[in-house]
């Protein structure tokens, strides 16, 4: 119906897009360039990148594939630290979203007392930041034994604030005259969570699952703090292990650093329209 | 996939382990109405209270001792009082000038951003939304690697490499002796990271926006500009509120951002030290842990205070 | 198609990643570092001591945030071996950066859960380990027995109530480092500078023959240049009763004399802002800077990060203030502790002792690291003295020779539970403050940094 012959208005309007498509190419170009740098970075010696900064300029004569070469001759630990940051990062978002539906349906669908106070606890977690309670919640993984595993690092985080606020929201979308239609045909509370409102939250799933696996894949203090030996360290750690004045490990640095961002990009672009479309079809109502 | 949801179910509820398919309601706690929200939030409030509730009780308890092995005992309210002689004050002033700075930034130009991209005329929108996406997907121990290379103090880093096109000469961007060449290379940072996601967010709340509305506001003779006033603007407000709540909590806890730029918790005359790193060196790095706690508390309040009083003001508790 | 093509691409890495996994977890396929350059990456699999048939190698956990210490505790660990067939032990190191291993240790033993057995602690972070009931174990037994063969102050800054918690690695005797080259250059006889005023003419020199290089260099977020020029006049970061003492005439005087050479354009304040950064290193070795004021630790981060100034670079005694002064400080130092989580104390013990206290061990000390060791005969042993490695290569004159020079002048600083927050004040706010502010009122920057220490 836009395409209805309105002669100033379709000028204007291309007029504007071409300008915008201007501004955002220009955007784009400015967020790609560190990817596009730091990729350049990772075929220079690094120690040369350490001391001078990265550039733009391209190099062929002290560009080689030796860093990646390194990497791959299994020398070092990086990809233990890859398989654990795989595994870690695939428990903790199945378990998360996991918990986080069952326990957004729960809000969702019932009236029960305590219900807004408890919401509000939801709304609470997301605004202390973890960091407050570091100290005791250190003392508590080490008196519950989770030292050094991944369950101190998965468990804290299995009934996220995020992920249960987001799925509430999209179910709230849900009719619950559609429940009662259920218990109806005699389905049990369980019953109508596991096998009709699971799979219609799958769209939200797949947005959800790229933030819990995005925050996972990329989280940085507590597991520093709960890893020790250094064959559980995840992918950011073990890198940022490396970051040391006290020893040459840059020329795994760098490419590990590069190497690190590829899997979780190819995981996005690959659910991306669910992605999109999950982000998009829940929302945020407030 | 359903099975394996079943377990999960069993393993959550027990009694839950011999659902008969049939309608005899053999077991009424799994049928019950009443109860079923309560074993539904149960993970929640487990969680919450071991993992949440506890600690922020021995947190309170521990900011009024000093926490030394083996001798930890009471001191009152020294450690509050010592609150105020200390760095505190500029670690505050830094996270207030950082949330000040990059909810102005992180927060409206988003929205915009994610207007256009909504809009029917753009080109590409599934390229840009990706592309901006893309910096959110990388760890912040890449990100802080890659600016902190880009804002090199020497004249062959990147952004000083640029600007001597210019005939500007290499600047100390990283706690160099003018402070806001730090804010500058923090608040980069943190746009670059966070722009896509709060699109994404605004993206979202756009969708629940009905066409009609533009469309029957195009009927009326309204323009671009008035419409994107009176129904996006107000439509969009849930989002805006949502994306300001998490960028305030953001910006106040913003910790790992200056970590990584500055290559620890340390930056030169402290212009990267923050709330949380001031909290991180006092209980990790001088094993204060008990004036860490005191620091922690009062950033705890803090927050609470302001999101609060800001989710207040946008009035979201109305609709609950 | 494009979606597959993705799909294909990720499951390609992440069978590769699994691949890599594999062939890397079952270790040891390198032959173990004896003699491995020092670039070896700190991630390789610890080396295994080989079995005894006739017992069992007790594992000894170490930590550490240094590469070069595993290098050579590997190696005490192998000769203990080859000494003890009956007592065979196996070093398992990890090495964590700095910060994160101190914070990591400190939780650990506070909390009394996950502390390794052995673990080298810093000096600038010790006090922090001697709060309330000491978690480390007392070396009373093995330190004593050597008090008159070593430098006592190395192990009386790691003592609590009379006891001994640490052993240093080395005096950290601090010297100055020149760049032969640019001092002739400048037409400038280093052997003959003796005091500051001397060195800052040098500096003059220098600048007038080549206006683009520096004379020398100063920290903004360490403290190693200042110290010993502090120490010299009697100053200390602490005071010996505990308290921060950086608002003294002594660290005033330094710190204006330094800033009038950054403001001279004869010193640079440091690129990456300590003399351990990265960029320093590149500035430092591509010739600009012709001195630094360094401790004898520092010889390794020549030879290993600045191979470009192989053949160049001297090592001479402090320049004093004022005829007379005691040329040099001890400083710095890591301290090998032994935990009160540690599995096989007697043992570890034993070992702690020949690694650090035997003549053995020091005298690998100096050819591993390049440090001046805590046992005063080993200075003079041909063991030492003759020897050759990467680096007597390396620099001009015998660092021997200067130790010897300066051996009764190397004053001790005080270490208490005040240390660690002063440090952390200077290296975050004072140096920054006074380097680089415009026309800063020095004294009263340090009274009111000092004010706001809190410890």
Known sequence: MRKTPKGIKTRKFSWTTILLLLLFVLLAVL??????????????????????????????????????????SGQTKYFTWFFNSIKITAVQTVLTLLVSAFVAYGFAMYDFKGKNVLFTCVLFIMMIPMEIIMLPLYQLTIKLGLMDSMWGIILPAVAGPLPIFFFRQYLSGISREFLDAARVDGCSEFGIFFRIIAPLMKPSFAAMGIFVGMNSWNSFLWPMIVLRSSEKLTLPIGLNSLITPYGNNYDVLICGAVFSVIPIILLFLIFQKQFIAGMTAGGVKG | MGLKKNAAAVTKEPKAAAPKPGKERTNSLLYSQKLAPYLFVAPFVLVFAIFYIYPVISSIIMSFQEVIPGQTHFIGLTNYKRLFNGDLGQAVLNSVIYTLLSCAVVVPVPMLLAVFLNSKKMVGKNIFRSVFFLPALVSIVVAGLTFRLIFGEMPTALLNNVLS????????????????????????????RWTGVNIMYYLAGLQNISVELYESAEIDGANAWQQFRSITVPLLKPTFTYVLTISIYGGLAMFLESYMLFNGNRSPGGAGLTIVGYLYRLGWEQANFGFGCAVGICLLVATLTINLVQLKISGFFKKE | MMKRLIALLLAGVMAFALCACKTSEPAPTDPPATDAPTDAPATDAPTDAPTEPSAEPTEIEFWTFQDLHVEFYEKMAEKWNEENPNEPIKLVPTVYPFDD??????????????????????????????????????????????????????????????????????????????????????????????????????????????????????????????????????????????????????????????????????????????????????????????????PMWYMDRFTDYMPDLAGKIAIEPLPVWEAGQSRSVGQGGTGTSITAQCDNPELTKKFLAFAKLSAEGNIEIWNTMGFDPIRTEVWSMPEVTQSTNKFTDYYVDSPFDVLTQIKDEILPHNVNEALPATLDAMKNSVLNRVYTESNPDIPAILAEEQAKIQY
């Open chain 1, 31 to 72: 967020i790609l360039i560190p990817f596009y740098s730091i990729f350049l970075a990772s075929l220079r010696p690094s120690t040369e990148i350490m001391r001078q900064g990265i550039g733009l300029d391209i190099d062929l004569s002290i560009m080689s594939f030796d860093n990646y070469r390194h990497l791959f």
């Open chain 2, 165 to 192: 096109n210019f005939g500007i000469k290499p600047i100390k961007w990283l706690g160099g002796p003018a402070q806001w060449t730090t804010f500058f290379a923090l608040l980069v940072l943190c746009c670059w």
């Open chain 3, 101 to 294: 291993m101190h914070n990591k240790l400190l939780i650990a033993l506070q909390s009394g859960v996950g502390a390794p057995d052995l673990v080298d602690i810093e000096i600038g972070k010790y006090a922090n380990f001697l709060k309330g009931d000491v978690q480390l174990m007392p070396l009373n037994d093995i330190v004593e027995p050597e008090l008159d063969n070593i430098v006592k102050a190395r192990v009386d800054i790691y003592s609590k109530d009379n006891n001994y918690y640490g052993i240093c690695f080395h005096v950290g005797a601090a010297v100055i480092y020149y760049n032969t080259e640019l001092c002739k250059l400048a037409g400038v006889d280093y052997e003959n500078i003796n005091t500051w005023d001397e060195y800052y003419e040098a500096g003059k020199k220098l600048k007038a023959a080549d206006p683009d290089k520096y004379w020398t260099s100063v920290e903004t977020s360490d403290i190693w240049h200042l110290w010993p020029m502090v120490a010299e006049l009697g100053g200390d970061m602490v005071s010996s009763d505990g308290k921060p003492s950086i608002d003294s005439p002594a660290m005033a005087q330094a710190l204006e004399f330094n800033r009038k050479l950054v403001d001279e354009g004869i010193a640079v304040v440091a690129p990456g802002n300590y003399f351990h950064a990265e960029e320093f290193y590149g500035l430092m070795n591509s010739g600009a800077i012709g001195s630094i004021v360094m």
